[in-house]
């Protein structure tokens, strides 16, 4: 027979609560009850971007008429406003906070507080605890941080990757412009003079005998190289003009200012005093231009 301790504590096998937990039931469109992390991140992205392909569908149907594009996407807008807003108040009542709490979505970032603090566990003063996340829930709400990523990436490798392209496009100018340059300066060095044009500088009349890719023609103009874009190049610099102008130095030595670039100094005279400043007749944004051509 084993001796029992009279003042020991009490022991039971009984476990803790009398039977299965409950859970509150889950209102998508609704201020009241409550919303666990997982379900408010997966059904914030997933109603979003289903108001958003609704729009879409609407303003297409609606034959992208201006008036009803702008209709419609504001209404989306403040639908989608609205929806974010019922799930963050029940995301607030899982942690057990005033649906208040929700306001702070207007403070940049404020609202990851949302995502990363955990709700109360069992029923607190706002209801029930929410059920169990599914799998769907779950894929839903990893796919979001995915989607952040890739839109973040996205948003800075395109521009970039776009701007390289125009670039290069313009790049090809400056490569055509190589042999009328060269023209040009020879025929001062033989004249003592600035070519009027291509003819001038011993080249064909015909503008658009050099020509390329995404560059329509390369004309001679007072001896400046103007460089004009084909409709093949970016919308951005199709139809628009780089101008390359001839600069020359006391013992005859011919340089370039290309576009709004650096002055080639006080000793340098413009080839042809008459003609158009190769700043005046460039008209593509500096920022397309190689750095020698930007002002």
């Known amino acids: 027979m084993q001796n029992r301790n009279p003042y020991a504590a009490p022991q039971t096998n009984v476990t803790r609560g009398d039977g299965p937990e409950e859970y509150g039931e889950i209102k998508l469109f609704s201020a009241s009850g409550r919303l666990g992390r997982v379900r408010y991140i997966g059904y914030s992205t997933g109603l979003s971007w289903l108001i958003v392909l609704v729009i879409g569908v609407v303003v297409r149907l609606a034959g992208a008429d201006p008036n009803v ?6 209404a989306g807008y403040a639908a989608i406003i ?6 963050t108040i029940q995301r607030a009542h899982d942690m057990n906070t005033t649906g208040w709490l929700s306001l702070i979505v207007f403070i940049p970032l404020a609202m990851l507080v949302f995502w990363f603090v955990p709700g109360t566990r069992g029923e607190n003063d706002y209801g ?3 059920p169990p996340n599914t799998v769907g829930v779950i894929v839903l709400a990893c796919i979001l941080p ?4 890739v839109g973040i990436l996205a948003a800075i490798a395109i521009p970039a990757y776009q701007d390289y392209t125009i670039r290069a496009q313009v790049s090809e100018g400056l490569n055509l412009a190589a042999a009328p340059k060269a023209a040009v300066a020879e025929t001062f060095r033989r004249t003592g003079a600035a070519p009027g044009d291509r003819l001038g500088a011993g080249l064909s009349a015909a503008a658009t005998d050099t020509s390329g890719q995404y ?3 390369v004309d001679v103009a007072f001896g400046t190289i103007i460089v004009t874009y084909s409709a093949a190049a970016h919308s951005t610099i199709a ?3 780089l101008a390359m102008q001839p600069y020359t130095l006391e013992n005859n030595t011919v340089v370039w200012r290309c576009g709004g670039g650096v002055d080639p100094g006080r000793d340098a005279v413009p080839m042809d005093r ?5 700043a005046e007749v460039t008209n593509i944004e ?3 231009l190689p750095s020698a051509c930007r002002p």
């Open 69 to 74: 594009a702008l209709l419609v996407g504001m």
């Open 82 to 87: 609205v929806v974010l807003f019922l799930l």
């Open 128 to 130: 029930k605890q929410p």
């Open 146 to 149: 995915f989607v952040f990523i």
């Open 215 to 217: 560059v329509e023609s």
């Open 239 to 241: 139809g628009r003009l």
């Open 274 to 278: 008459a003609a158009p400043t190769a």
């Open 286 to 288: 500096p920022k397309y």
